[in-house]
């Protein structure tokens, strides 16, 4: 009797989480150089996806994308799919942003209608030791920052595609990019790739730089997203433009109370936050700050996991552009809500 009664538990628990996460199927659809990374103090660079396609944790209906339609059972979501957006009693002028885009050219139309012609880009790398077990499925046990000569790494391969889908929307092609989670920042700061404070100039710049200082680094933790979205806070009210903060993370959030804090208060700037995952997840807090967190002026938060992503692109389509829509979804209406809260 016992043994069944933990077995519907355990059943009651399982129904739960899918509910929580909206699951639905779709058929379709390290750092040191000679002079380390450390030193001084960091500044900007101005003192020098329907189709998430690829939001492959389809969401419900939420995700109704180009490879199909998928049929939530929660209520909230087929409301959202009737057109209604989901709203919070907490905050009644927060509603998650829903996904609108079949093709980049839509986003990038989208864009151009907004009154966006430019941006610039932040980019985040996490250095937690998280990453040293998140790689057993999605990178045959080793390390997510193995940097074996011969093999990309996750890291290596998303610094790459973003640099080819993402860096056309950089207005000057310097890219602030920060580390954190290492074990001389924690979880209270992030560093800058080079110990002068500057930006690195263009991405082929940030991959030659990670691949120098990432063999050096000791991975540590815990992990927190606060450090890096208060910097990129900080480069926005210094440039007084709107900037995209990339943060490329295994998801392993475990100072939950700063990084919602950091993303909370981040919805006060013209700032977006788009976390790309690697490894093999879990991914529900990255989900759930991608829809949830009220206390926020305007959902600005997007979530695409890397793997899960290019694994359901259609054979045929072109995984650069696939990415790219995943990863940019949400920007035209972002940029449109920060227009219309008078954050820029």
């Known amino acids: 009797k016992e043994e069944r009664e933990r077995e519907r538990e355990k059943e009651e628990r399982e129904r739960e989480r899918k509910e929580r996460e909206g699951v639905c199927v779709c058929a379709c659809v390290r750092v040191f150089s000679k002079e380390g990374p450390h030193q001084g103090q960091v500044r900007s660079r101005a003192s020098h996806h329907q189709a998430k396609v690829p939001r492959v944790l389809a969401r419900g209906s939420r995700v109704a994308s180009a490879m199909g339609n998928c049929v939530s059972s929660r209520p909230e979501q087929q409301n959202e799919a009737a057109g209604n957006p989901r709203t919070s009693s907490r905050n009644p002028a927060f509603y998650a942003i829903k996904d609108n885009y079949h093709t980049i050219e839509e986003v990038q139309k989208a864009l151009r209608t907004s009154g966006l012609e430019s941006s610039n880009l932040i980019l985040g790398i996490d250095y937690t030791k998280s990453n040293t077990w998140t790689g057993e499925k999605s990178f045959h046990g080793k390390c997510l920052h193995d940097c ?16 080819r ?8 092609k310097l890219i602030p990019t920060f580390g954190f989670g290492d074990s001389y920042t924690t979880d209270k700061k992030c560093f800058p790739f080079f110990p002068d404070n500057r930006p690195c100039n263009t991405f082929q710049e940030v ?40 943060i490329i993370a295994d998801g392993q ?43 926020r002026r305007f959902d600005n938060f997007q979530f695409v996991p890397f793997n899960e992503t290019l694994s359901k692109i259609p054979p045929g389509t072109n995984p650069d552009a696939m990415f790219a829509l995943a990863a940019l979804m949400e920007i035209p209406e972002q940029f449109q809500l920060i227009r219309k809260l008078k954050l820029l």
């Open 165 to 172: 889908t993402l860096e056309v929307f950089d207005d000057d």
């Open 148 to 163: 074996t000569p011969g093999q990309k790494n996750p890291y290596q391969s998303v610094i790459d595609i973003v640099g």
């Open 253 to 295: 959030v475990t100072n939950r109370q700063d990084t919602e804090a950091a993303i909370v208060d981040a919805s006060n700037y013209p700032l977006s936050i788009v976390v790309i995952g690697v490894g093999d997840g879990p991914w529900e807090t990255m989900i759930e700050y991608d829809d949830e967190l009220p206390k």
């Open 207 to 246: 991959i030659s730089r990670y691949n120098e200082i990432t063999p050096g680094i000791v991975l540590a933790g815990p992990t927190n997203f606060g450090p890096i979205i208060r910097e990129a806070i900080k480069i926005v009210q210094e440039e007084q433009s709107y900037h995209i903060l990339v």
